[in-house]
């Protein structure tokens, strides 16, 4: 990676080491090339004894990251055949567990917006701080994909049914439902956090929460947990939304609403990955499974149709295939999960068990 490519700032200072994601216009949606200095980044710096922190941002006021350049994925899906996509995906997913399993302390700066590919950048880290600015989302069934990035490993893990909620409709929550959800630990005034990560440059992560972290405010959806957890524990999308509607709650008539405006393909599919991913064992095994449905979105037609709607045409009305859902079949959910092939396999679980096997054998 050359230095003239400064879409990721990387600078260390005292013990803590510094990356910006830097395309603020842009709103620091993730490219390639930013994934790949942001590991090299880490490369450095897990050699170096000086660093013990790793602080993780976005520039501008607007947020933390806006996700991955779809724009660029459907213009691959399009015109060459995805295999940029997959090529991405790999060393971004990669990344995602790295972070998650990284020997220092990765602080994540969850201010501002923070979706999709951004979740995979933060909420993996060690200490994951939100802000009042905080809107924290994986809204990809609305373009026609299923939560990535480790996104469906975390909410799969939260409390009751709020993950599916949030998974399904692709939702976006405050500072207090990312902590409720798990996707965040502390709350800092946003006007507090250039100091917080400053400080982080000569104290230790515990000395500067203790300074700057105060209680969050109240949320939204501790409050709407018991429609949310019956509604969402149905067997499936069909009858999630059933009982949606016939909740007699305004809340979920509107997440029903939503339902319905979404990909009928990407929401089984979500729905069945989610699922799943409550029987995986390690963060390794589901990144795997979802590597796997993410290649097979790719080819299918309601990932390049949505992206179209939404942001290159911006009609807001993608025309998904099957428009239905009762016209997605079982078989066609099943497929999203097939084994690729020994070569185009993630293969992060392998790795990691031919690792810790190494490690015992030595």
Known sequence: MHDSDDSVLVHTDGRAGYLTLNRPRALNALTHPMVRRIDEALDAWERD???????????????????????????????????????????????????????????????????????????????????????????????????????TFLLSRTPGELG?????????????DALLCGLADHFLPAEHLPEFAAALAGTDVARALHRYAVPAPDGELSENRAWIDACYAAGSVEEIV????????????????????RSPTALKVTLAA??????????????????????????????????????????????????RL?????????????????????????GRASTSSQQTIG
């Open 49 to 151: 004894p000086a660093v013990t922190t790793v602080v993780i941002g976005g520039a501008g006021d607007r947020g933390l990251c806006a996700g991955g350049d779809i724009r660029a994925i459907h213009d691959d899906a399009r015109a060459g055949g995805g295999a940029a996509s997959r090529a991405f995906w790999r060393d971004e997913y990669r990344l995602n567990v790295r972070i998650a399993r990284y020997p220092k302390t990765c602080v994540a700066l969850m201010d501002g917006i923070v979706m999709g590919g951004g979740v995979g950048v933060s909420a993996h880290g060690d200490v994951r701080i939100v802000t009042e600015r905080s809107r924290v989302a994986m809204p990809e069934t609305g373009i026609g994909f299923v939560p990535d990035v480790g996104g």
């Open 164 to 176: 599916t909620h949030l998974a399904l409709t692709g939702a976006a929550v405050g500072a207090t």
């Open 242 to 261: 059933e009982r949606l509607e016939a909740s007699g709650e305004q809340g979920a008539k509107q997440a029903a609403q939503t339902l319905m405006s």
């Open 274 to 323: 989610l699922r799943r991913a409550r029987g995986l064992g390690s963060l390794e095994e589901v990144m795997d499974q979802e590597y796997r449905v993410s290649c097979t979105a790719l080819v299918g037609h309601d990932l390049v149709e949505g992206v179209r709607a939404q942001i290159i045409d911006k009609d807001r009305a993608p025309r998904w295939s099957p428009a």
């Open 326 to 350: 009762e016209d997605v079949s079982d078989a066609e959910v099943a497929r999203h999960f097939r084994l690729l092939g020994q070569k185009e396999e993630l293969g992060l679980a392998a």
